[in-house]
């Protein structure tokens, strides 16, 4: 493990998926495994039609973005990387993409009905994380939904990994799923669902979480 600041590891992350073969090694495939398909069917279960989703850290807007537009919610997605971007813009033609860091970047309060982050949270330094879990309930509306992927394990500063997808380095940061367990819930969440993807006969070891704004 090691020890470096936020600037850096952002910098790690942004210039990882910039430079890196992410699209070669994830997210060609439109179609949702189905451990993924049976959240996202609960989360789409549990919210409007043409609801407006947020998606924190929305890489190149497959499969989850383009699969929630084809139900008829509107999205808006944000990711510190320029090229996830300029990828998800023509993957998914309706939403709405912007370049930037989602720890700094704020929309307004009470106008979501749901925020998707996946896979994302554990790229920022963990002593950040009761913060972004504030920031998204307040970016909700009465009884949204939250649906968000986390570490499962405790890591002593951040991990760095110099050969992600194959070429570039890569950070990541987390705590142990009971810690998220217990923010969310402080935050003012009630969780609905978690499981670690790794139980169900694949993927890697994360926790998955829908929750509800109470």
């Excluded at 394990?153 to 950070?171: H, L, S």
Aim: charged share 20%.
């Amino acid at each position: 493990m090691t020890n470096i600041n936020g600037g850096q590891i952002r910098e790690i992350v942004k210039n990882g998926y910039n430079l890196g073969k992410y699209a070669k090694y994830f997210g060609k495939n439109n179609q949702l495994n189905p451990f993924e398909k049976l959240y996202f069917d609960n989360l789409i279960e549990n919210i409007s039609n043409s609801s407006n989703i947020l998606d924190l850290g929305c890489g190149t807007g497959l499969p989850y973005d383009h699969y929630l537009s084809t139900k008829g919610h509107k999205i808006t997605g944000i990711d510190i990387a320029e090229n996830h971007i300029l990828i998800a813009q023509n993957n998914v033609k309706t939403g709405t993409f912007i370049t930037g860091d989602y720890t700094k970047y704020k929309f307004n309060n009470n106008s979501f009905d749901a925020v998707v982050s996946l896979y994302s949270l554990f790229h920022i330094p963990r002593e950040e994380h009761e913060e972004v879990i504030v920031m998204i309930y307040g970016y909700l509306r009465a009884n949204g939904l939250l649906l968000i992927t986390t570490g499962v394990e405790d890591t002593d500063g951040t991990e760095i990994d110099d050969d992600f997808c194959g070429n570039v380095k890569m950070a990541w940061s987390s705590y142990g799923a009971d810690r998220y367990r217990d923010l969310l819930k402080s935050s003012g969440f009630q969780i609905i669902k978690s499981d670690n993807e790794a139980d169900f006969g694949g993927g890697d070891e994360q926790l998955w979480i829908l929750a509800r704004k109470i």
